[in-house]
C-alpha cells in the first residue's frame, strides 16, 4: 500500500488525506459520530438566537414607549417578601398629579391612569376588553397615534364625557374589518360611549398581548361612569430627555413626599419605575435565561464529544495492524498520533459546520413558523465551531496516544 511506504515522509497535509479517507471508508458511522456535535452546535445556536431576539424585542418594546417615560405606581417596594408601609391602592390621587406639574420642572408631559376589565358591545356583538383612562396627554405619553377620527379634548375630560377611542381588534370584532368605527355609539358595563377616534395598530408584544385589544377616554369618564372610584390606578409622565429622567425621578419623589405628607425617615408609598429601570429589568432576566439555555445545549456537545472518543479508541483498535505495520517500516509515534487527532477534529470541524447551518436554518424556520423573535449571534457561531473544534482535539487526545504507545511487534501479531 503506498500510504504504508511512504508514511515516514509525509507532512501534515498528507496526513489530513489519509485522515479523511479513514474516515470516509465507513461513512454512515462517520455521520453517527458527527450527529452529538450537529445537535449540540445547532441547539446552542438556536437557543442563544431565541434568547437574544427575545431580549431584543422586549428591549425594542420598552424603548419605543419612550426612554424618558416614567411610571408612578402606588403601593412601595418588596422587602424580604414583604410589603413595607402603606399598602392602600388608593394612594394615588389627581392632587398628586397636580403637584408633580407644580413641583416637577424636569417634568414635559404628566397623564394620571385608570382602568377597568369589562364587556363591550354594539348591536348583537360584544367583546371583553380593557377601557383605559387618561389625559389629554395620555396617548402622547404612551407613544400612541390615532389613525382616524381625533382625541379628546380637556373640555371632555372635565365633563366626563361619554366618549372613547377604540384598538384596531375591538373594531374588528365589534364592526368587522377594514371598517371606520369612528361616530359608531358601542357600550362597555352598559355605558353608552361615542367612538372618536381609532387607534393605529400595534400588533402584540413580547409577551403575547394584544396591544390593539383596548378603550382609550377620559380618565373622569372611567372613574365616575365606569368604576365610581375617586384615585388613580398610576400616573404615567414623561421627562423632558433622557438626560432629564435621574433629576425628574428625585422631583417626582419629592413632591409626592410632601403631597403625601410622608415623614422624614418613613418608606415612601409610591413606586416610580422608568424605562431604563424595565430594560435593565427584563435585559438581566433574559441574560440569565438565555444564558441557561445555552449551557443545556452545551451539554449536547459534551455527549458529542464523549461519542467521538469512543469511536476513536474503536478504531484504534480496529486498526491496530495497520499501526503496527506503519511503525515497522518508520513510522514515528508523533506521526500516529497526529492522525488520530487529526480523524477526531475533522470528525468535530464538520460535525460544528454541519450544526452551524443547521442552527441557522432552525432559527429561521422557527422565526416564520411562530413569529418569536430571532437574532442569531455571530459570536455565538464563533465559539459553538471553536468550542467543537476544541472538543475533537480533546476527546481525540486519549485514543491518539493509545494509538502512538503501541508496541510494533505486538500491533503487528493483533488478530
Not at 397 to 402: C, D, M, N, R, S
Request: charged share 15%.
Amino acid at each position: 500500500h503506498r500510504d504504508l511506504h511512504s508514511f515516514p515522509t509525509r507532512r501534515s497535509s498528507d496526513l489530513t488525506k489519509i485522515a479523511f479517507n479513514a474516515l470516509m471508508r465507513n461513512k454512515f458511522r462517520t455521520f453517527l459520530t458527527m450527529l452529538g456535535i450537529i445537535i449540540g452546535v445547532a441547539s446552542v445556536i438556536t437557543m442563544l438566537a431565541i434568547g437574544e431576539g427575545s431580549k431584543k424585542s422586549i428591549q425594542g418594546q420598552i424603548s419605543n414607549m419612550g426612554t424618558n417615560l416614567i411610571m408612578i405606581m402606588p403601593g412601595t417596594q418588596m422587602t424580604g417578601g414583604v410589603q413595607q408601609g402603606n399598602q392602600s391602592s388608593k394612594a394615588l390621587e389627581i392632587n398628586d398629579v397636580k403637584a408633580i406639574i407644580q413641583y416637577c420642572p424636569s417634568i414635559n408631559a404628566v397623564s394620571p391612569e385608570v382602568r377597568g376589565s369589562g364587556q363591550v358591545v354594539s348591536g348583537g356583538k360584544n367583546w371583553p376588553t380593557t377601557f383605559y383612562g387618561g389625559d389629554v396627554e395620555y396617548l402622547n405619553i404612551k407613544k400612541v397615534s390615532v389613525k382616524t377620527g381625533r382625541m379628546f379634548t380637556s373640555q371632555e375630560v372635565t365633563s366626563s364625557a361619554k366618549v372613547c377611542l377604540i384598538g384596531q381588534t375591538v373594531a374588528d370584532n365589534l364592526f368587522g374589518e377594514n371598517t371606520d368605527p369612528v361616530g359608531q355609539t358601542i357600550r362597555f358595563r352598559n355605558i353608552p360611549l361615542r367612538v372618536i377616534g381609532l387607534l393605529d395598530k400595534k400588533g402584540e408584544n413580547t409577551f403575547g398581548m394584544d396591544q390593539d385589544d383596548l378603550l382609550i377616554g377620559p380618565y373622569t369618564t372611567v372613574q365616575k361612569r365606569i368604576l365610581a372610584i375617586t384615585h388613580v390606578n398610576s400616573i404615567l409622565s414623561s421627562a423632558l430627555n433622557e438626560e432629564s429622567t435621574s433629576k425628574a425621578v428625585d422631583e417626582i419623589t419629592a413632591a409626592l413626599r410632601t403631597s403625601h405628607k410622608i415623614a422624614d425617615g418613613s418608606e415612601d408609598d409610591f413606586q416610580i419605575r422608568t424605562q431604563a429601570e424595565l430594560v435593565s429589568t427584563f435585559s438581566s432576566i433574559s441574560n440569565i435565561l438565555t444564558t441557561l439555555l445555552g449551557a443545556i445545549s452545551a451539554i449536547s456537545l459534551l455527549v458529542g464529544g464523549i461519542g467521538i472518543m469512543n469511536i476513536m479508541i474503536a478504531s484504534v483498535t480496529e486498526r491496530t495492524r495497520e499501526i503496527g505495520l506503519r511503525m515497522s517500516i518508520g513510522g514515528r509515534g508523533s506521526d500516529i498520533m497526529l492522525q488520530f487527532i487529526i480523524e477526531s477534529t475533522l470528525l468535530s470541524m464538520f460535525g460544528g459546520i454541519t450544526g452551524i447551518l443547521l442552527g441557522i436554518s432552525s432559527s429561521v424556520i422557527i422565526s416564520n413558523i411562530t413569529s418569536w423573535p430571532v437574532a442569531i449571534m455571530p459570536t455565538a457561531i464563533i465559539l459553538s465551531f471553536a468550542v467543537s473544534s476544541a472538543i475533537g482535539i480533546f476527546f481525540g487526545w486519549y485514543p491518539a496516544q493509545k494509538a502512538s504507545g503501541l508496541n510494533p511487534i505486538e500491533a503487528i501479531r493483533f488478530e
